[in-house]
Each structure stands twice: as structure tokens, then as C-alpha cells.
């Protein structure tokens, strides 16, 4: 962590490698729309990437990926985004007075982003990742990711009262400077392509997918599949993910307990012990007091002396 707060106005060395990488990152994004033949519109999901930078929203690569998506729908519906834009807010007025609604008007050009290219998708997907993790590593140095400690605050002498400080802003907890190296540019590209190489991979896979196929098996017992092909594709595509993300964490667990010394295993396995069998033990427990306070009574009774008073309720445990 950086102790010295840095200005708002200030931009360090690793801030300006970030900023210039996440603006490099959204020039080339904007490549492939351009590409495809959505002319200036192919800028503006980049111009609010940039606009988001300059600020330092945390919710900028959000933004990014909603404009993205709000060109897709607007491609795909055969209209342009500022368009669908003035339809929407129509709709929403219409729908608050309580009047019907209109049609969309639609132009007959096929839709420029349906047609798959492969190559143009691929590189879209990694200069995307290659923004988002320049963008969030940007606030990193210039920002807090993580919530403030409000009692983390700049102490300044008071100049009205010698010997006593006053408490300044809060400190913002910031990634030390040190610490960024331009070198890491070259493993993000090949962490990018490599996962936007197995998302390729992926939706291949996916969109040759269908219930009839898949379930066969199920026709020579008389069960009939009748499930959209779309719906299909969506609960593999939710059953891998649930399935690699159970493996993950099963994995994650076993490689934490490996971590573990011996005094901090035992400490675990007390816990889960407790955790398991806490019902067992008190009522255990309940009945050995209740014996013990009823064998203490027996001996009291026995040698003449008064018995003791039972420090809780002397009923029976169930």
C-alpha cells in the first residue's frame, strides 16, 4: 500500500502505463465494428470507456459492456442506437400515461453483427479483457478498490492549537507504485487470447447442441423431447458452469487445507467436530451433570451431611 495520499489532479507513472493501455485497448475494440460496418456508432461504446477512465468510475468496464450490448440489440432490431434510445423513452412515457403502445419502425438491411467472423469475435474478446484489467488496475493506483477504513485519516498539526492535530480526509488505500511493471502487458494479451480462444471453443460447442440429439436415447422409450433449441443450449451452457464451478471450489478447498500446519488442521477439525455433533455433546453433557449432581447427593445422604444445592433445576434431562 502506497502510505503517501496522491492527489486527485496527480498522475503517476503507473497510472499514466494503465490509462494509456485501457485507451489503446478501446481504439482497437472499436476496430472490429468498424469493420463490420457500423460506422461512427462502432465509437461510441468506446468514447464512454473513455469518458468513464477520465472520471475513475469503478462501474466504467459495466458501462463499456451495456453500450456493447445496447449496438447489438440496435443492430440486430434494424435500427440505430440513438433510435432504440428515443423508442424507449416513447415507450416508457406512453406506458406511464396509460396510452398504447407504437411499433418500432424497422429498416430491411440484414443485421451487420449476426454474421459470425471468428477472427474479428476473437479479437474483440481480448482487447475487451485486456480494458477491463487495465481500467480496474488504473483505480488500483489511483483509487481504492476495496472499502474505505474511515479511520484511516491524514493528521495535520492545528495551527490554532500547538501540539494538537486535526483529523483530514479519509486515506484511500492505493496500490504502491512500485509494484507496476510494464513488462505484465505480455502475459494479460496471453492470458486474454487464451480465454477468448476457449470461449470460442466453448460456444462451438454449445450451438451444436440440441435437446432432440443429445436425448435420443430417450426416443425408444416413448418420451417425446420437444425443447427449444435456444432454452436447451442455455441449461447445458448453466450445468457446465455449475459443474466447473463446484470442481473449482472443491479444488480451491483441498489446495487451502493443504496449507494448513498441524496446530491450525486440529484447530479445524475441533470446529467441524463442534459443528457436527453439538446436539450430541450438550445433551451428553446434560446427563453427566445430572449424574454427577444425583451421585453427590447420594454420598451426602449417606454420611449424614446436608446435600448440596443443585446449582440449576434438579429435572430430569429429556
Same mark, same amino acid.
Given at each position: 500500500?502506497s502510505?503517501?495520499p496522491?492527489r486527485?489532479?496527480e498522475?503517476p507513472?503507473?497510472? #499514466?502505463?494503465?490509462?494509456?493501455?485501457?485507451?489503446?485497448a478501446?481504439?482497437?475494440?472499436?476496430?472490429?465494428?468498424?469493420?463490420?460496418?457500423?460506422?461512427l456508432?462502432?465509437?461510441?461504446p468506446?468514447?464512454?470507456?473513455?469518458?468513464?477512465l477520465?472520471?475513475r468510475?469503478r462501474s466504467g468496464?459495466?458501462?463499456?459492456?451495456l453500450?456493447?450490448?445496447?449496438v447489438?440489440?440496435?443492430?440486430?432490431?434494424g435500427?440505430t442506437?440513438?433510435?432504440?434510445l428515443?423508442?424507449v423513452a416513447?415507450a416508457l412515457? #406512453?406506458?406511464i400515461?396509460?396510452?398504447?403502445?407504437?411499433?418500432?419502425?424497422r429498416?430491411?438491411a440484414?443485421p $451487420?453483427l449476426?454474421?459470425?467472423?471468428?477472427?474479428?469475435?476473437?479479437?474483440?474478446?481480448?482487447?475487451v479483457?485486456?480494458?477491463v484489467?487495465?481500467?480496474?488496475?488504473?483505480l488500483?493506483v489511483?483509487r481504492?478498490l476495496?472499502p474505505?477504513?474511515?479511520?484511516?485519516r491524514?493528521?495535520?498539526p492545528?495551527?490554532?492549537r500547538?501540539?494538537?492535530?486535526?483529523?483530514?480526509?479519509?486515506?484511500?488505500q492505493? #496500490?504502491?507504485?512500485?509494484?507496476?511493471?510494464?513488462?505484465?502487458v505480455?502475459?494479460?494479451i496471453?492470458v486474454g487470447?487464451?480465454?477468448a480462444?476457449?470461449?470460442?471453443?466453448?460456444w462451438?460447442?454449445?450451438?451444436? #447442441?440440441?435437446?432432440?440429439?443429445d436425448l435420443?436415447?430417450?426416443r425408444?422409450r416413448?418420451?417425446?423431447?420437444?425443447i427449444?433449441?435456444?432454452?436447451?443450449?442455455?441449461?447445458v451452457?448453466?450445468?457446465?458452469?455449475? *459443474?466447473?464451478l463446484?470442481?473449482a471450489?472443491?479444488v480451491i478447498?483441498?489446495l487451502?487445507?493443504r496449507?494448513l500446519?498441524?496446530?491450525?488442521?486440529?484447530l479445524?477439525?475441533?470446529d467441524?467436530?463442534?459443528?457436527?455433533t $453439538? $446436539?450430541?455433546?450438550?445433551?451428553?453433557?446434560?446427563? *453427566?451433570?445430572?449424574?454427577?449432581?444425583?451421585?453427590?447427593?447420594?454420598?451426602?445422604?449417606?454420611?449424614?451431611?446436608?446435600?448440596?444445592?443443585?446449582?440449576t433445576?434438579?429435572?430430569?434431562p429429556?
Amino acid at each position: 500500500m502506497s502510505p503517501n495520499p496522491i492527489r486527485r489532479d496527480e498522475a503517476p507513472d503507473g497510472a #499514466r502505463f494503465y490509462a494509456v493501455l485501457a485507451l489503446l485497448a478501446l481504439l482497437a475494440a472499436a476496430l472490429p465494428l468498424l469493420l463490420r460496418g457500423l460506422e461512427l456508432w462502432a465509437l461510441f461504446p468506446s468514447l464512454l470507456g473513455a469518458l468513464a477512465l477520465a472520471v475513475r468510475w469503478r462501474s466504467g468496464p459495466a458501462l463499456y459492456l451495456l453500450a456493447l450490448l445496447w449496438v447489438g440489440v440496435a443492430d440486430r432490431i434494424g435500427v440505430t442506437p440513438w433510435e432504440m434510445l428515443e423508442f424507449v423513452a416513447v415507450a416508457l412515457v #406512453r406506458l406511464i400515461n396509460q396510452e398504447p403502445a407504437v411499433s418500432m419502425h424497422r429498416s430491411l438491411a440484414p443485421p $451487420r453483427l449476426e454474421e459470425q467472423v471468428p477472427l474479428l469475435d476473437m479479437f474483440q474478446a481480448v482487447v475487451v479483457l485486456i480494458y477491463v484489467a487495465a481500467h480496474y488496475r488504473f483505480l488500483g493506483v489511483t483509487r481504492n478498490l476495496f472499502p474505505l477504513d474511515r479511520r484511516r485519516r491524514v493528521r495535520r498539526p492545528d495551527p490554532e492549537r500547538p501540539g494538537r492535530l486535526v483529523l483530514g480526509p479519509i486515506l484511500e488505500q492505493k #496500490r504502491s507504485q512500485d509494484s507496476v511493471d510494464p513488462h505484465e502487458v505480455g502475459p494479460l494479451i496471453l492470458v486474454g487470447a487464451v480465454c477468448a480462444s476457449l470461449g470460442q471453443l466453448l460456444w462451438l460447442w454449445v450451438a451444436a #447442441r440440441s435437446a432432440r440429439r443429445d436425448l435420443d436415447g430417450l426416443r425408444y422409450r416413448g418420451i417425446n423431447i420437444n425443447i427449444d433449441r435456444g432454452l436447451w443450449q442455455l441449461a447445458v451452457l448453466l450445468w457446465l458452469f455449475s *459443474l466447473l464451478l463446484v470442481v473449482a471450489a472443491g479444488v480451491i478447498a483441498y489446495l487451502g487445507q493443504r496449507r494448513l500446519t498441524a496446530d491450525e488442521a486440529a484447530l479445524y477439525l475441533q470446529d467441524e467436530l463442534w459443528r457436527q455433533t $453439538r $446436539r450430541e455433546q450438550s445433551r451428553i453433557n446434560r446427563w *453427566l451433570a445430572w449424574g454427577t449432581r444425583n451421585e453427590a447427593r447420594r454420598k451426602a445422604e449417606g454420611e449424614g451431611r446436608p446435600a448440596p444445592a443443585p446449582k440449576t433445576s434438579p429435572q430430569k434431562p429429556s
